[in-house]
T-cell receptor
Framework: KAGVTQTPRYLIKTRGQQVTLSCSPISGHRSVSWYQQTPGQGLQFLFEYFSETQRNKGNFPGRFSGRQFSNSRSEMNVSTLELGDSALYLCASRTGVSVGGYTFGSGTRLTVV | AQSVTQPDIHITVSEGASLELRCNYS??????LFWYVQSPGQGLQLLLK??????LVQGIKGFEAEFKRSQSSFNLRKPSVHWSDAAEYFCVVGPVGGSQGNLIFGKGTKLSVKP
């Protein structure tokens, strides 16, 4: 079966702009989580969506937001980009009703200049 | 607070040698534990997981890990390393707070393999 698809793979944006990243989960998976990976902070949890509702949120500023559509695809938005937002953004999908079963996408590499 | 510590930032081993990557966790209850591997520029691939039962867990690519509750450890091992094992390895605990919780990642151990 198809894996988790993240688009685009690479993105370059200017400070102050906004960006939208997309994640298509494995068919049948209702949960999508987002993680930010940087060399300094490692992998940090952003938020999780399940059946179109945000059910968990990490410690990130309000500039980071997301949503989930009825087909379980999720988007993540970052407004007013800062240089420190440069990172690899990973999403993971799972069924959402049991522990485990996380499958990660290949990520979107965001560079803010 | 829950946390995961991987004390080794970078390890170099010779091809064919054995490997052990260390992981210690801090968690209030019986943890769910995972090891993931990440090749450069790629996402994360699950190597193995521990939920309960047998404390020695077998994974893909010849990896195994042992859960030791008394030491709060979940070390990853492989008897003979291949050049293709060069990657970064992450020890993970979670989901924290139940099935709706999130994963907590260690900082990772980068493995280099000498020919």
């Amino acid at each position: 079966k198809a894996g988790v698809t993240q688009t685009p793979r690479y993105l370059i944006k200017t400070r102050g702009q906004q960006v939208t990243l997309s994640c298509s989960p494995i068919s049948g998976h209702r949960s999508v989580s987002w993680y930010q990976q940087t060399p300094g902070q490692g992998l940090q949890f952003l938020f999780e969506y399940f059946s179109e509702t945000q059910r968990n949120k990490g410690n990130f500023p309000g500039r980071f937001s997301g949503r989930q559509f009825s087909n379980s695809r999720s988007e993540m938005n970052v407004s007013t980009l800062e240089l420190g937002d440069s990172a690899l953004y990973l999403c993971a999908s799972r069924t959402g009703v049991s522990v485990g079963g996380y499958t990660f996408g290949s990520g979107t590499r965001l560079t803010v200049v | 607070a829950q946390s995961v510590t991987q004390p080794d930032i970078h390890i170099t081993v010779s091809e064919g040698a054995s490997l052990e990557l260390r992981c210690n966790y801090s968690y209030g209850a019986t943890p769910y534990l995972f090891w993931y591997v990440q090749s450069p520029g790629q996402g994360l691939q699950l190597l193995l997981k521990y939920f309960s039962g047998d404390t020695l867990v077998q994974g893909i690519k010849g990896f195994e890990a042992e859960f030791k509750r008394s030491q709060s450890s979940f070390n990853l091992r492989k008897p003979s390393v291949h050049w293709s094992d060069a990657a970064e390895y992450f020890c993970v605990v979670g989901p924290v707070g139940g099935s709706q919780g999130n994963l907590i990642f260690g900082k990772g151990t980068k493995l280099s393999v000498k020919p």
